[in-house]
């Protein structure tokens, strides 16, 4: 959505088999956006995203990653769409593989490869911030 960040900074805590519990990450880009992500497996949280910009601010319905919907505030104009989800957020992903598959693709135009491995790559840079040893 932003492009590729020109900095990544993160911290947490790790368990004692070096797992990360917690943690946030902030991610800068030359536009000037800001992003920042947390995440946590020891305490209660309701799985919210958003995005906000000068225009108005998009909040996907929690749980993010199996939404069934989202909504856009602009000034004072408020919109909701809602969509039907299959299973618990990652049927979607799994049927989009099935599909690229059967038509012999290898890659999807939805999330082509070079995106994925951009992603994995702050990923891994997180998680060495935070110490995490690669297996």
């Known amino acids: 959505m932003l492009g590729e ?8 805590v790790l368990s004692d088999q070096g ?3 917690n943690g946030g ?10 992003a920042n992500l947390s ?9 919210r995203a958003s995005v906000a910009g000068d225009l108005g601010l998009i909040e996907v319905h929690p749980r993010f990653h199996e939404t ?3 909504t856009i505030s602009c000034g004072e104009s408020v919109e909701t769409f809602e ?3 299959t299973g618990r957020g990652y049927a979607h992903e799994i049927i989009e593989v099935a599909d690229c598959l059967r038509a012999g693709a290898t890659e999807s ?3 082509p490869l070079d995106e994925s491995l951009a992603i994995m790559k702050h990923l891994d840079e997180i998680l060495r911030q935070l ?3 690669p297996r």
């Open 131 to 133: 110490g995490v040893e």
């Open 39 to 47: 995440w946590n497996q020891v305490a209660w949280s309701d799985n």
């Open 68 to 70: 069934t919907g989202f």
């Open 109 to 111: 135009a939805l999330l």
């Open 83 to 85: 969509e039907t989800v």
């Open 25 to 34: 990450a902030t991610l800068t880009y030359e536009s000037g956006a800001v």
């Open 5 to 12: 960040p020109t900095n990544i900074v993160a911290t947490g």
């Open 19 to 21: 797992i990360d519990l």
